[in-house]
């Protein structure tokens, strides 16, 4: 099966402070990927969908000076937290698509706590 | 109106048990449906695809009704290892939109 990997799986930052995720695919090259956000006991929310080479599309609510997505390859995509503060704490999750397929496949998530 | 609701449960059930979860969801036109599967702490990770036919992946069966916006799983002869959180998803041109999950617990 497709292999996405995340890193840090787990990071604690300062209040202030940026924090940057990888998201990998290591074995597809992925068109699309996407950001999620999930709070204690609740659903993934979706945060931003990237393409290759393109901006990202944030979802409503989504600070897109907060949460900076790069995606400038077909293997990696970026999610930096600028200017973190405690109600960011949470666990953030991509997922990547390849082309045409339907699945999406999903990195081992980064549990984030701001300090 | 959220775009996928599920029964948050907990499902408590024997080993062996037959279990059924379902699913709705609001966008008519969602193109693709799946069953996900989350470990405490853990990522999602897909179980299976969901067809308008059904379609069966050993214990698994997964339905979809497009007339009734509504999506079901079946799991069969239920394993302790089957305890997890069920993740209903549905893909709206190239979004992915989960319900907030079904949790289950196989008990012995």
């Known amino acids: 099966g497709a292999v996405v990997s995340q890193h840090p799986s787990r990071v604690i930052c300062k209040s202030g402070t940026s924090v940057k995720i990888e998201c990998r695919s290591l074995d597809f090259q992925a068109t699309t990927m996407f950001w999620y956000r999930q709070f204690p006991k609740q659903s993934l929310m979706l945060m931003a969908t990237?393409?290759?080479?393109?901006?990202?599309?944030?979802e409503q609510g989504v600070e897109k000076d907060k949460f900076l997505i790069n995606h400038a390859s077909l293997t990696l995509s970026t999610l930096t937290v600028t200017s973190a503060h405690p109600e960011d704490s949470s666990f953030y999750i991509c997922?990547?698509?390849?082309?045409?397929?339907?699945?999406?496949?999903f990195g081992q998530g980064t549990r984030l706590t701001v300090v | 109106r959220k775009e996928v609701e599920q029964d948050p449960g907990p499902f408590n059930v024997p080993e062996g048990a037959t279990v059924a979860f379902n699913c709705t969801y609001s966008?008519?036109?969602?193109?693709?449906f799946f069953w996900y599967r989350q470990d405490c702490r853990k990522e999602p990770k897909l179980l299976m695809s969901v067809y308008s036919s059904g379609n069966e992946d050993g214990r698994f069966t997964a339905q979809l009704n497009r007339a009734s916006q509504y999506i079901s799983l079946l799991i069969r002869d239920s394993k302790l290892s089957d305890s997890a959180t069920y993740l209903c998803?549905?893909?709206?041109?190239?979004?992915?939109?989960f319900g907030s999950g079904t949790k289950l617990n196989v008990k012995p």
């Open positions: 997922s990547a698509k390849q082309g045409k397929r339907t699945e999406a496949f």
């Open positions: 998803v549905v893909n709206n041109f190239n979004k992915f939109y």
């Open positions: 966008n008519s036109a969602s193109q693709s």
């Open positions: 990237s393409n290759e080479g393109s901006k990202a599309t944030y």
